[in-house]
Antibody, heavy 121, light 107 residues
Framework: QITLKESGPTLVKPTQTLTLTCTFS??????????VGWIRQPPGKALEWLAF???????SYSPSLMSRLTITKDTSKNLVVLTMTNMDPVDTATYFC?????????????WGQGTLVTVSS | DIQMTQFPSTLSASVGDRVTITCRAS??????LAWYQQKPGKAPKLLIY???SLESGVPSRFGGSGSGSEFTLTISNLQPDDFGTYYC?????????FGQGTKVEIK
């Protein structure tokens, strides 16, 4: 059974750095072709892809947010960490981690429940 | 970057209706196009991948089609549980783009 779960602060202040952790089970990031990514959704708005990391350490970032994002993984602990610097109220959103599957054309087939992060002073 | 434009933004339909949602890419794309259903307060659920492949466990009343720059999600025989917001998503070269969403309401 594949599961993913996000954890991190629910409230951050403007200009602070956000660190979110995705803990997963049911698959391994040491397996060829496997990756984990982050997607966010501001309240009442659309989904926005943020970042992605592959089993071989290849990474990709949303061009519009690339300068603020870092994604890393700890294969032994089955977790992926996303950091976003210089947080602003417009970054208030539910942040999801998810797994894209090669057979599914890298569509996101498993998702965490999401964690709401509010940016406010 | 490829932009994905979805329409309509909202639609209201009756149980049993056939519903079509369109997703248009800003340029011709590959066939790595997926559709998701999202209910309030929940994570999106994958329905269709690679334009027309039905995800395991998804009812066969959901169907996807299209090519080039225009893709459609069709729900035949709309059911009460089909309410929610539907998103298209395109993948290319380690980059994912979502449409703005279509909210489906049941009359």
């Amino acid at each position: 059974q594949i599961t993913l779960k996000e954890s991190g602060p629910t409230l951050v202040k403007p200009t602070q750095t956000l660190t979110l952790t995705c803990t997963f089970s049911g698959f391994s990031l040491s397996t060829s072709g496997v990756g984990v990514g982050w997607i966010r959704q501001p309240p009442g708005k659309a989904l926005e892809w943020l970042a992605f990391i592959f089993w071989n350490e290849d990474k990709s970032y949303s061009p519009s947010l690339m300068s603020r994002l870092t994604i890393t993984k700890d294969t032994s602990k089955n977790l992926v960490v996303l950091t976003m610097t210089n947080m602003d109220p417009v970054d208030t959103a539910t942040y999801f981690c998810a797994r894209p599957y090669f057979t599914s054309g890298l569509a996101w087939d498993y998702w965490g429940q999401g964690t709401l992060v509010t940016v406010s002073s | 970057d490829i932009q994905m434009t979805q329409f309509p933004s909202t639609l209201s339909a009756s149980v049993g209706d056939r519903v079509t949602i369109t997703c248009r890419a800003s340029q011709r794309t590959n066939s790595w196009l997926a559709w998701y259903q999202q209910k309030p307060g929940k994570a999106p659920k994958l329905l269709i991948y690679k334009v027309s492949s039905l995800e395991s466990g998804v009812p066969s009343r959901f169907g996807g089609s299209g090519s080039g720059s225009e893709f459609t999600l069709t729900i035949s025989n709309l059911q009460p549980d089909d309410f929610g917001t539907y998103y298209c998503q395109h993948y290319n070269s380690y980059s994912w783009t979502f449409g703005q969403g279509t909210k489906v309401e049941i009359k």
